[in-house]
């Protein structure tokens, strides 16, 4: 069947810090996989996606490849600021669309 | 404009009772969902609906009942409430394919007492 595992936290790091969360996947067939962030007191909004192997997700200095070989969508950014504190999601949505799996989360502060 | 809204965002409420929570979204999307966040952030889908119709309904007792009168809409119902039902509920709306975005809302905090 369909997972995500993703790594626990919670994370703590200083501002300015490279930041990995690392996911990995079970599937079959060619997922999509996604990174979702939630700020504290909001719903989940879309940080990067990929829809097919090798393709690598980007937005506001994260960036994530999707790698077939390893299973991996791992997350990451070379210099964290406080304002990216927040809850990360690993996700993964199968070709069809119709199944949704998401991972357990990984909370990430970042002090100044 | 709000994309994706949830009425209301707060409900506090004694165990027994029945309540229900609104959703509307303005994307034009054709797919909407219910998910289930428990206090420790996990999500869980519980139902999606395509154009009005279900096409996934996870194992969720049957005392939430998902309506959708329009695909704008899709509302939850929650009968009896128990102390388990405790969460925030999110309501997102995507189109329907692989590789969609879902856009979510708000969430509604439930608290049963």
């Known amino acids: 069947g369909n997972s995500v595992t993703q790594m626990e936290g919670p994370v703590t790091l200083s501002e300015e810090a490279f930041l990995t969360i690392n996911c990995t996947y079970t599937?079959?067939?060619?997922?999509?996989l996604f990174w979702y962030v939630q700020y504290p007191g909001e719903g989940l909004q879309l940080l990067l996606k990929?829809?097919?192997?090798?393709d690598k997700g980007s937005n506001k200095g994260f960036e994530a490849t999707y790698r077939k070989e390893t299973t991996s969508f791992h997350l990451e950014k070379g210099s964290v600021q406080v304002s990216d504190s927040a809850v990360y999601f690993c996700?993964?949505?199968?070709?069809?669309?119709?199944?949704?799996?998401f991972g357990t989360g990984t909370s990430l502060t970042v002090i100044p | 404009d709000t994309a994706v809204s949830q009425t209301p965002k707060y409900l506090v409420t004694q165990m027994g009772n029945d309540k229900s929570i609104k959703c509307e979204q303005n994307l034009g999307h054709d797919t909407m969902y219910w998910y289930k966040q428990d206090s420790k952030k996990f999500l869980k889908i519980m139902f999606s609906?395509?154009?009005?119709?279900?096409?996934i309904n996870e194992t969720v007792p049957n005392r939430f009942s998902p309506k959708s009168p329009d695909k704008a809409h899709l509302n939850l119902h929650i009968n009896s409430l128990e102390l388990g039902d405790s969460a925030v509920y999110f309501c997102a709306s995507s189109q329907l394919g692989g590789g969609e975005t879902q856009y979510f809302g708000p969430g509604t905090r439930l608290l049963v007492l």
């Open positions: 990929a829809t097919k192997a090798d």
């Open positions: 996700a993964l949505q199968s070709r069809t669309g119709n199944q949704f799996y």
């Open positions: 599937a079959t067939g060619y997922p999509s």
């Open positions: 609906y395509n154009n009005k119709e279900l096409i």
